[in-house]
């Protein structure tokens, strides 16, 4: 199973970075997909995921309304819409695929993608 994650960059406070994260290996249209963060000296955490057929997603609570998860089964690709970035956005970002139920602990995943970068300025 491969996970590549890409998208990430700099971007100025208020603007908007799109997230992608190819799939192969696995059974895309089966699998939840995430997103995680993690910043400089902190532990990895959720912030957003898919279920198999994109019907049902779950954000952190400081992404809601900000942020989109959506998936495209027929490239085997899911995407994070980010908008309104904000500094404390800032962080590897990884996407996650499991084959459990959709939620936000990172043991409900089984394959890591090598995260990308996101770099916000104030």
């Known amino acids: 199973v491969q996970l590549q994650a890409s998208g990430g960059g700099l971007v100025q406070a208020g603007g908007s970075l799109r997230l992608s994260c190819a799939a192969s290996?696995?059974?895309?249209?089966?699998?939840?997909m995430g997103w995680f963060r993690q910043a400089p000296g902190k532990e990895r955490v959720f912030v957003a995921a898919?279920?198999?057929?994109?019907?049902?997603?779950y954000y952190v609570d400081s992404v809601k309304g900000r942020f989109t998860i959506t998936r495209d089964n027929a490239k085997n690709t899911v995407f994070l819409q980010m908008n309104s970035l904000k500094p404390e956005d800032a962080a590897v970002y990884y996407c996650?695929?499991?084959?459990?139920?959709?939620?936000?602990?990172?043991?409900?995943?089984?394959?890591w993608g090598q995260g990308t970068q996101v770099t916000v300025s104030s």
């Open positions: 996650a695929a499991g084959s459990k139920l959709l939620g936000r602990d990172t043991r409900m995943y089984d394959y």
């Open positions: 898919i279920s198999g057929s994109g019907g049902s997603t």
């Open positions: 290996g696995l059974t895309f249209s089966s699998s939840i």
